[in-house]
């Protein structure tokens, strides 16, 4: 394998010289730039990492913490992150919670391994940390982009939405096709944002005369066994709805396989309104109405405020995100005696 001395040899340049073309960095004349660079194509030399690295003082490593690896949900969230860093020539460490501890703890020992590994910036989604706690890894890697959520004094850090829109848009989109009789499956209530979209929901509800207390709730730890789960109790005690809201579309997915399971048809018997529109929500049976989180674009746009600040780049960064409705066909419209159409 050819080294920078071998390049230096073959272009009739000094080691330093050689350097310099590699890594774009110091004043060079064009005729020792182009023997090297002919050298560095005919010997076929690739910069080591690490020397590269030492040079520079920047392992041009992003490190980005997710709380899981499954489902349908992080996989394309990551995906886009990765096609950022790619289009800039940087590279991805991603890491989620391990220990023994509590998953605040478990949290902190992830963010701790990425940090260990010097990457020149942090990606940070989580629900289990407090606003505190991004404080504090803030100011050890300040250069730190947290997605999906708001933290008081961070306000440049942060890329989210308002969820608790999101949560109304949803109550909206049953209400306005008759519905008066719901349930609800939500997220864990250690969850910021699964507290923020059932908020929003029944504060619509509220605004039509709906109690809070007139509706059955309960948590389906945003999974498809809960939502499953929910449905079979629901079911078991005989509540009566026709309108479904489920804070996660996994979760909606296990709700309408089990209300199939028991007869109850979607639409027609029951309509059902997921949440974060997955990719899998365009190809369930019915295809599943939900509202549409930008989860990508969050991530996008909060990696390139982070390859502005560590590497110098000048990429465009949007800041305002919207949320929609994606309709389908798992919501139909009530008759005038409450009963599906």
Same mark, same amino acid.
């Given at each position: 394998m050819a080294t920078i001395r071998d390049v230096a040899r073959q272009a009739g340049v000094g080691v330093g010289t050689a350097s310099r073309v590699i890594s774009g960095r110091g004043p060079v004349s064009r005729d020792a730039a182009a023997r090297v660079n002919a050298a560095v194509a005919e010997l076929g030399f690739r910069p080591s990492e690490i020397a590269r690295a030492l040079s520079s003082m920047s392992a041009g490593l992003i490190g980005v913490y997710v709380p899981d690896f499954s489902g349908a949900f992080f996989g394309p969230f990551l995906h886009a992150i990765s096609n950022e860093l790619r289009a800039c020539q940087r590279r991805i460490v991603v890491a989620n919670g391990f220990g023994d501890g509590d998953e605040r703890t478990q949290t902190i020992n992830g963010l701790e391994f990425l940090i260990e590994r010097e990457c020149d910036g942090l990606i940070v989604f989580s629900n289990h940390l407090n606003d505190e706690d991004f404080r504090v890894i803030q100011r050890r890697q300040p250069r730190l982009a947290i997605i999906n959520r708001a933290v008081p004094g961070l306000e440049e850090n942060c890329f989210a939405v308002d969820h608790r829109s999101g949560g109304a848009l949803a109550a909206q989109a049953l209400l306005a096709?008759?519905?008066?009789?719901?349930?609800?499956?939500? =997220?864990?209530?250690? #969850? @910021?944002?699964?507290? @923020?979209?059932?908020?929003? $929901?029944?504060?619509? @509800?509220? =605004?039509?005369?709906?109690?809070?207390?007139?509706?059955?709730?309960?948590? =389906?730890?945003?999974? $498809?066994?809960?939502?499953?789960? *929910?449905?079979?109790? $629901?079911?078991?005690?005989?509540?009566?709805?026709?309108?479904? $809201?489920? #804070?996660?579309?996994?979760? *909606?997915?296990? *709700?309408?396989?089990?209300? %199939?399971?028991?007869?109850?048809?979607?639409? %027609?018997?029951?309509?059902?309104?997921?949440?974060?529109?997955?990719?899998?929500?365009?190809?369930?049976?019915?295809?599943?109405?939900?509202? *549409?989180?930008?989860?990508?674009?969050?991530? #996008?746009?909060?990696?390139?405020?982070?390859?502005? %600040?560590c590497f110098g780049t000048d990429l465009d960064v949007p800041t305002e995100f919207s949320i929609d409705v994606a309709w389908r066909a798992s919501v139909a419209e009530l008759t005038r005696d409450g009963l599906p159409a």
């Open positions: 096709h008759g519905h008066r009789r719901f349930a609800v499956i939500a =997220g864990p209530d250690t #969850a @910021l944002d699964n507290v @923020l979209r059932v908020d929003g $929901f029944f504060a619509v @509800l509220a =605004g039509h005369g709906i109690a809070r207390d007139d509706v059955a709730l309960r948590d =389906g730890g945003f999974s $498809f066994a809960g939502g499953w789960a *929910a449905i079979s109790d $629901f079911i078991a005690r005989g509540v009566n709805f026709t309108g479904l $809201f489920c #804070a996660n579309d996994e979760m *909606a997915m296990g *709700a309408m396989s089990c209300l %199939q399971e028991h007869g109850r048809r979607v639409p %027609q018997d029951v309509s059902v309104v997921g949440y974060d529109n997955t990719v899998l929500s365009g190809y369930t049976s019915p295809r599943l109405t939900s509202v *549409a989180i930008p989860m990508c674009a969050m991530g #996008a746009s909060g990696c390139r405020w982070l390859l502005n %600040q």
